[in-house]
């Protein structure tokens, strides 16, 4: 029942992946991309539409227009920005952050391995010329994230060029911090294991923000990228600690 439970959690969250590509979508093209029946995709819009993530329409759907959208806007350029910092032969990390994880898709670089907890990744549009690989771990859902002892045994023998992680929230006061204890260790072993630099990718909606555990404390944070709605003031105090900080604007589009 869990796994049939998380099969379905998946697909939605496909659907809505490829929405944010093209905001109108079929139920027959869906239903082919996906390999489900027809009244499956029918059931999973309704779904999708009952909790205003998306517009019915006959024979199809469309994305709704919610602040939403401006997040995923800003997460799309944050993650295009980042992508920019990659460069041929590079072994990178990425954690479960889905703002991370759509570096995958603006990379164009040759020879780039990708090692990832996420396990969303499968799913996941890139160049042929990059290689993913999963940590492999304990499979927790709805993140897809891999974490316990299997994934960080595997970790440890690896040391990436880069790596680029994702928060919950991050300010001068506490660093980098995550809501998900299981996934501190992962983000630690990430960020120690970067041999060269660290990016921090965080939309304005988690700056000057605390969460649970801290996964990296300020004084280890070189760069952080965000978007221009961000505090001003908690970007501030962010930089008087060292920090050199990227905004990306609308004007990037």
């Known amino acids: 029942m869990k796994k049939d439970r998380a099969c379905v959690d998946n697909r939605r969250n496909r659907i809505l992946a490829l929405m944010e590509k ?13 390999e489900v029946s027809l009244i499956t995709i029918r059931r999973d819009l309704q779904y999708l539409e009952d909790r205003k993530l998306l517009v019915r ?5 469309v994305a709704s227009q919610n602040p939403m959208d401006e997040i995923s806007l800003y997460r799309k350029l944050i993650a295009e920005f980042a992508a920019g910092f990659v460069t041929d032969n590079d072994t990178l990390f990425i954690n479960t952050s889905s703002n991370a994880l759509k570096i995958l898709e603006h990379i164009s670089c040759s020879n780039v391995t990708v090692i990832t907890n996420n396990g969303k990744a499968i799913h996941c549009d890139h160049s042929q010329e990059v290689n993913v690989v999963l940590t492999g771990g304990e499979l927790r859902y709805p993140k897809e994230a891999m974490v316990g002892d299997f994934a960080l ?4 023998t690896i040391y990436a060029k880069k790596a680029f992680i994702g928060c ?3 300010s001068a006061e506490n660093g980098m911090t995550t809501e998900l204890f299981n996934e501190v260790s992962i983000n630690e072993m990430m960020v120690s294991h970067a041999t060269q630099e660290v990016y921090v990718l965080a939309d304005h909606t988690k700056i000057g923000k605390n969460s649970s555990f801290v996964s990296c404390p300020i004084d280890k944070i070189k760069y952080l990228i965000t978007d221009e709605k961000a505090s001003t003031e908690a970007l501030d105090l962010i930089r008087e600690k060292g920090v050199t900080v990227y905004v990306v604007s609308r004007k990037d589009r």
């Open 57 to 61: 329409t006959h024979g199809g759907a």
């Open 168 to 170: 919950s929230g991050i």
């Open 22 to 34: 093209n905001p109108r979508v079929r139920v027959d093209e869906l239903a082919d991309i996906l």
């Open 153 to 156: 045994r595997n970790l440890q």
